[in-house]
């Protein structure tokens, strides 16, 4: 058996980075162009998006021995339509709160929502391909209803709360499509708390 390696360089996969520059910057995302030497020696040109680390929560009720998830659903722009969602979102303004934290907040402010526990299931990447943002799962139990503190721009979100198989239904026949509310309910799923 030997030891893993101790260098704490990631893996560059071969690429080299020639050169890097801003293309784009506001107070939630960044957009840089990088110039590229692949692992075949190719030279190339990578655009990638940096985002802060977000939170995903399913907020889960047992009620009558019936279990319920609240979902928010609400219009986003890109795709000109609206989604059914977990919860979800990041603090730009606080890059140094605890992902724990960001998820309890973020559930109180869409949803009013307050939560007993807050379980992690995880992390996960958005989009690795394009994208340096990744996330955490959390399962919220233990909800007490309050009032909501949406930011002006969530004011068109509404809450809705649905039974657990129902929400498995939606994401089968494709009315939830969000492929991060997606996949924090397979990674919730896969732990074994659903």
Request: a negative charge; charged letters at 25%; one cysteine or more.
């Amino acid at each position: 058996m030997t030891d893993a390696p101790s260098d704490p360089t990631p893996d560059a996969g071969g690429f080299v980075t020639v050169s890097s520059r801003l293309a784009y910057e506001n107070p939630w995302t960044r957009v840089r162009e990088d110039i590229i030497i692949r692992p075949n020696g190719r030279k190339g040109l990578y655009g990638v998006v940096e985002r802060g680390d977000f939170v995903v929560i399913l907020p889960l009720w047992e009620e009558n021995g019936k279990r319920f998830v609240t979902l928010v659903q609400q219009y986003r722009y890109p795709i000109k339509q609206r989604m059914w969602e977990l919860p979800m979102g990041m603090w730009e303004t606080r890059p140094d709160a605890s992902a724990q934290d960001v998820a309890h907040g973020e559930l109180r402010e869409e949803t009013g929502l307050v939560a007993e526990n807050m379980r992690d299931a995880g992390l996960m990447y958005q989009g690795a391909g394009y994208t340096t943002q990744k996330g955490r799962a959390y399962l919220a139990t233990g909800l007490t209803q309050g009032p909501h503190a949406r930011e002006e721009t969530e004011e068109d979100i509404t809450c809705h709360k649905v039974r657990l198989e129902e929400m498995e239904a939606m994401i089968r026949d494709g009315r939830i499509t969000c492929m991060v509310t997606i996949a924090a309910f397979g990674l919730i799923r896969a732990q074994g708390w659903i």
